[in-house]
């Protein structure tokens, strides 16, 4: 049996409802054994009861402020158990230095330097075998203490902190060249190593789902109303507008009755409203505001096709994976997305689903229309579908290659 690992697992908000991803991957690690703890940097403990509540005990803040007892005699037992528990003498000794009020100042006699210290050799202190830090931003302002760890270092880009931040915002953490770094898709991967990361030291990992969640009950279909789903972020780079569009032209042209369903919330929710209130589509269109996994579910389970047309935004910044694309393929739906960012790696095209031109609104329009025309194809998508996202984001699958990924 392989070791038993010691893995620090950060991230920013926990739990976050849109990064369950971590939440499974995190569950993955303690069922296969090894040891966890989850740092944050915001712990959203009303979510967390309701949700992640057996993950609690393991969860805690990482600041280096709420490491620091408040009152001076806690503080001292703290700084004394702390220096008496300390295995390695480089970090003994720097500790020790902390008390040099001729270097730190006043500071050195409160034990806020000392405490200072202690953050910043966190993860060497714990002796942690890995730390894994999701979304490099973080890892952008955790460099003082990646630095003097001496362990496995893997730091995993998520999308966004891809996009938002500049190459010279990430200067500080290419300095550490022991760190390794893991993307969702090949797209990913391109803009990370445009931010001047190389490409040898990363890889590939995209983020999974749990297929036995996941997984359509056994129905035959009683409605004669073909049903559409739409689930994700209400924001220009999701075109939750441009899905709307779409179903109108084809309500227009099709004798098919249809629905069409949006899960999400967001900056766009406003004028998607006013849109579906405005052409009069309030009858065929429901806009259901955000919902919780266990509802997505069942809406996916009620659900023919799923249709995701995102685009690329004005910021330049587009969806790097889509995991609702992969969950929607577990449940046997066929899917209709765009051909931007890195969503198009998660789909077969023309066996799982349709990869269409971004902004093509009248390809969009014929590829569900082929979908209402031919039920027998569109059931056939959705069993190769799911078999495609079993073997290849299940996140038992995916956690065995990050267990790989932590042993190199």
């Known amino acids: 049996m392989s070791k038993c690992l010691k893995i620090a697992v950060v991230t920013g908000t926990f739990p976050s409802v849109s990064e369950i991803f971590i939440v499974n991957q995190i569950r993955f690690l303690i069922n296969s054994g090894h040891k966890v703890r989850v740092y944050c940097f915001n712990l959203d403990a009303a979510i967390a009861s309701k949700t992640v509540a057996d993950l609690m005990p393991s969860v805690k803040v990482l600041h280096w402020d709420r490491l620091m007892p408040r009152s001076k005699g806690q503080r001292f037992l703290r700084m004394i158990s702390i220096l008496f528990h300390i295995k390695r003498f480089k970090v003994f000794l720097a500790l020790v230095k902390s008390f040099n009020v001729f270097h730190y100042g006043p500071s050195a006699l409160t034990g806020v330097q000392f405490f200072k210290t202690y953050y910043q050799h966190y993860f060497a202190i714990h002796d942690y075998d890995v730390v894994h830090v999701h979304f490099a931003n973080y890892a952008a302002q955790l460099v003082p203490l990646l630095k003097r760890f001496n362990g496995k270092t893997l730091v995993t880009f998520h999308g966004f902190d891809a996009h938002k931040f500049s190459r010279s915002f990430y200067s500080p953490l290419q300095t550490l060249t022991s760190i390794v770094y893991s993307v969702n898709t090949q797209y990913a991967k391109q803009k990370v190593m445009e931010l001047g990361f190389p490409s040898s030291r990363i890889t590939v990992l995209p983020v999974g789902l749990d297929t036995s969640f996941f997984k359509p009950s056994i129905k035959s279909k009683t409605s004669n109303v073909f049903r559409v789903l739409f689930v994700g972020r209400f924001i220009p780079l999701k075109a939750p507008l441009l899905a709307i569009q779409i179903i109108e032209v084809l309500i227009a042209r099709s004798q098919q009755a249809i629905q069409f369903q949006l899960v999400g919330d967001g900056e766009a929710y406003a004028d998607c409203e006013a849109y579906i209130h405005e052409h009069?589509?309030?009858?065929?269109?429901?806009?259901?505001?955000?919902?919780?996994?266990?509802e997505v579910k069942l809406l996916m389970d009620a659900s023919d096709v799923f249709l995701f047309p995102g685009i690329v935004d004005a910021t330049g910044r587009c969806e790097t994976q889509g995991l609702v694309i992969q969950e929607a393929q577990?449940?046997?739906?066929?899917?209709v997305i765009s051909d931007v960012g890195g969503m198009k790696e998660g789909v077969l095209d023309g066996k799982t689903g349709f990869v269409v031109n971004a902004e093509d609104l009248e390809a969009f329009v014929e590829r569900v229309e082929f979908l209402i025309q031919h039920p027998n194809e569109c059931q056939k998508m959705?069993?190769?579908?799911?078999?495609?996202?079993?073997?290849h984001y299940d996140s038992k699958v995916l956690g065995e290659q990050l267990l790989k990924l932590y042993r190199l």
């Open 280 to 294: 009069q589509l309030s009858d065929a269109i429901h806009l259901l505001g955000s919902q919780g996994q266990e």
């Open 330 to 335: 577990a449940m046997g739906l066929p899917v």
């Open 382 to 391: 959705g069993l190769a579908g799911r078999q495609f996202v079993i073997g």
